[in-house]
């Protein structure tokens, strides 16, 4: 069983470029989110998208948007990449949207990690 | 001020010790709590849910205070495997929706 896959796993881009990273959620689950952890901090927050729409959103500017697509599987795209961009992009999936059960908590991928320079 | 704040340390001990990370978070509508753990380049995977009765799993256990917004972790004879980042999470509705997480603790478990 396939846990959720991010791509790419690395990459390098010049300031005031843009990217698109891309995940594909756990089997199962339909309830995509992005974090975006800078060396030496936690994970962040950036948004969350069940049935092609963003539902929650963090503190991140309007550069940071996203998209999920029919079959659950979410891109990530930052425009205008600033040097503070660098970091592990993290995406995470759940099934459904709501619940407080313990058990029903996050699977996370294992990231792409973005260096702007 | 932090939502929610945690010693980075580095924690270093010897394997076989105990040691005990701490956390707090500012907002008291949190509802979820959870400790993860963090190898080096890594994803976070989730180690346990913090209940306010307490709760153990094996050599870990955990607590929570939600009157002082507290939450620890408890590590009781420590594994070289141990060695990793801890990092305190809340959320205000389930888990599997907005993490706040904290910045994360460092622990070294050495022979």
């Known amino acids: 069983d396939a846990g959720v896959t991010q791509s790419p796993t690395h990459l390098i881009k010049t300031r005031g470029q843009q990217v698109t990273l891309r995940c594909s959620p756990k089997s199962g689950h339909d309830t995509v989110s992005w974090y975006q952890q800078a060396l030496g901090q936690g994970p962040q927050f950036i948004f969350q998208?069940?049935?092609?729409?963003?539902?929650q959103r963090g503190n991140f500017p309007d550069r940071f948007s996203g998209h999920q697509f029919p079959n659950y599987s979410s891109e990530l795209n930052v425009n205008a990449l600033l040097l503070g961009d660098s970091a592990l992009y993290l995406c995470?999936?759940?099934?459904?949207?709501?619940?407080?059960?313990?058990?029903?908590?996050?699977?996370f991928g294992a990231g792409s990690r973005l260096t702007v320079l | 001020r932090k939502e929610v704040e945690q010693d980075p340390g580095p924690f270093n001990v010897p394997e076989g010790a105990t040691v005990a990370f701490n956390c707090t978070y500012s907002?008291?509508?949190?509802?979820?709590f959870f400790w993860y753990r963090q190898d080096c380049r890594k994803e976070p995977k989730l180690l346990m849910s913090v209940y306010s009765s307490g709760n153990e799993d094996g050599r870990f256990t955990a607590q929570l205070n939600r009157a002082s917004q507290y939450i620890s972790l408890l590590i009781r004879d420590s594994k070289l495997s141990d060695s990793a980042t801890y990092l305190c999470?809340?959320?205000?509705?389930?888990?599997?929706?907005?993490?706040?997480f904290g910045t994360g603790t460092q622990l070294k478990v050495e022979l």
């Open positions: 998208y069940y049935e092609e729409e963003e539902r």
């Open positions: 995470a999936s759940r099934e459904g949207l709501a619940g407080h059960s313990g058990a029903n908590v996050l699977t």
């Open positions: 907002n008291s509508a949190s509802q979820s």
């Open positions: 999470v809340v959320s205000l509705t389930g888990g599997g929706n907005k993490l706040t």
